[in-house]
């Protein structure tokens, strides 16, 4: 669950930073599990209301609903747990907020796109999460098709609506988040470091046509002495390798600061990895 969460924050903290005027009041959490994705849009956005979680396991239905209760936010304490298995024929309510972590390679093959689709006729913006591996870029992408397909514009990670530059079965998008483990943690799973670095790939979708950012750091940047390097994904040439050089002073200082999956040039106000606050 800490690291589903830190995905899960991650990716929609991308999805707030391009998009400051989505305040969304309903969430729906489509495979929901103990909850992590309500904890995660919940503090990404203080203006959610209702949240509607959907699972199909009662054990981790028990469990998400004990967690909520001991909340601060008030839209997880009262976040609605319903029983439902997923396929392309499960009635969903609307919601201004969709989202499905890793859950889609739970799904058949045959009944992704069903179910993609009707996520998408379900959310005003829609967010799917998976594993960074190879197989979890290759469902999210194929999601990220339908979607555009379906009229919907890509709000992140790609700052464009084409088709994806990364050559398939060579590489794969995919971004990292760290995870501080707490010593219950580290009990659970038998580790010693104090955290993990968890990999993730996901597509944030509007039926709204929205911001999209100029450029996204798709590799960690390599500095040297005064250099930095950033292999980028681009609008309009794909894939990308810029060099940014000392000489160029206050463009230089902002590339230093970059991280892995962030905007370039920065947004306005942002101010690295959204990462943060309080976990479940």
């Known amino acids: 669950m800490p690291a589903t969460y830190a995905a899960a924050r991650s990716a929609l903290g991308r999805c707030a930073q391009l998009t400051p005027e989505f305040r969304p009041r309903t969430q729906l959490?489509?495979?929901?599990?103990?909850?992590?994705?309500?904890?995660?849009?919940?503090?990404?956005?203080?203006?959610?209301?209702?949240?509607?979680?959907?699972?199909?396991?009662?054990?981790?239905?028990?469990?998400?609903?004990?967690?909520?209760?001991?909340?601060?936010?008030?839209?997880?304490?009262?976040?609605?747990?319903h029983p439902a298995t997923i396929g392309p024929d499960v009635a969903l309510p609307g919601a201004d907020l969709v989202t499905m972590s890793y859950v889609l390679g739970e799904v058949p093959q045959?009944?992704?796109?069903?179910?993609?689709?009707?996520l998408a006729a379900s959310g005003a913006v829609v967010a799917l999460i998976e594993p960074g591996t190879p197989d979890g870029y290759d469902r999210v992408i194929a999601a990220r098709d339908l979607?555009?397909?379906l009229g919907m514009t890509v709000v992140a990670p790609c700052p464009h609506d084409l088709?994806?530059?990364?050559?398939?079965?060579?590489?794969?998008?995919?971004?990292?988040?760290?995870?501080?483990r707490s010593p219950l943690h580290r009990r659970t799973k038998a580790a010693t470091l104090g955290f993990e670095d968890e990999k993730f790939?996901?597509?944030?979708?509007?039926?709204?046509?929205?911001?999209?950012a100029a450029n996204r750091v798709v590799r960690h940047p390599q500095q040297r002495k005064g250099l930095v390097?950033?292999?980028?994904?681009?609008?309009?040439?794909?894939?990308?390798?810029?060099?940014?050089?000392?000489?160029?002073?206050?463009?230089?200082?902002?590339?230093?600061?970059?991280?892995?999956?962030d905007a370039w040039p920065p947004l306005a106000g942002a101010t690295g990895h959204p990462v943060g606050g309080a976990r479940p």
Do not use: K, N
């Open 29 to 81: 959490d489509v495979g929901g599990g103990t909850g992590a994705t309500v904890w995660a849009a919940a503090e990404t956005w203080p203006s959610l209301q209702a949240v509607t979680v959907l699972e199909r396991v009662p054990a981790l239905m028990g469990l998400g609903e004990r967690l909520a209760a001991t909340a601060t936010s008030e839209a997880v304490r009262r976040a609605v747990w």
């Open 110 to 118: 045959a009944a992704r796109s069903g179910v993609v689709g009707r």
């Open 201 to 212: 790939s996901y597509v944030v979708a509007s039926a709204v046509r929205r911001q999209q």
């Open 229 to 261: 390097s950033l292999r980028l994904c681009t609008a309009h040439d794909g894939l990308a390798t810029q060099t940014v050089s000392r000489r160029q002073g206050d463009v230089y200082r902002a590339a230093r600061r970059l991280a892995w999956g």
């Open 147 to 149: 979607l555009i397909a």
């Open 163 to 180: 088709e994806c530059p990364i050559p398939r079965g060579r590489d794969w998008c995919h971004f990292s988040v760290r995870v501080d």
